[in-house]
């Protein structure tokens, strides 16, 4: 059975900083890769940023370039997601997922989602 397991979420204030782990097994890594989306109440789930588990790729929604930092630990087989510089809009539930990429477009669509993991809570206070 695939399992994806997340961890991290937290209370933080505007600026500072979390980590996002997400714990895998039962995968096959051909063509698969592994990210996080999140899901604001009232809103759409949308794609955050994503890896490749064989080449190491990363990919990032323009909303989180340059603040958030997606990592693999393949001997352990997780997956980071180094948050910083975080802000009110990054409130959400984050959600580990595996699946595969939009390579025309270089996104994860929740179309391209094989596995979802139970999300985990994100609260930035302002």
């Known amino acids: 059975d695939v399992q994806l397991q997340a961890s991290g979420g937290g209370l933080v204030q505007a600026g500072g900083s979390l980590r996002l782990s997400c714990a895998a097994s039962?995968?096959?890594?051909?063509?698969?890769?592994i990210g996080w989306f999140r899901q604001a109440p009232g809103k759409e789930r949308e794609w955050v940023s994503c890896?490749?588990?064989?080449?190491?790729?990363?990919f990032y929604a323009d909303s989180v370039k340059g603040r958030f930092t997606i990592s693999v630990d393949n001997a352990e087989i997780m997956v980071y997601l180094q948050m910083n510089n975080l802000k009110p809009e990054d409130t959400a539930v984050y959600y580990c997922?595996?699946?595969?990429?939009?390579?025309?477009?270089?996104?994860?669509?929740?179309?391209?989602?094989?596995?979802w993991g139970k999300g985990t809570q994100v609260t930035v206070s302002s």
């Open positions: 997922a595996a699946g595969s990429l939009d390579r025309a477009w270089g996104v994860f669509r929740v179309s391209g989602v094989d596995y």
């Open positions: 039962g995968l096959i890594f051909d063509n698969n890769y």
């Open positions: 890896i490749s588990m064989i080449f190491g790729s990363t």
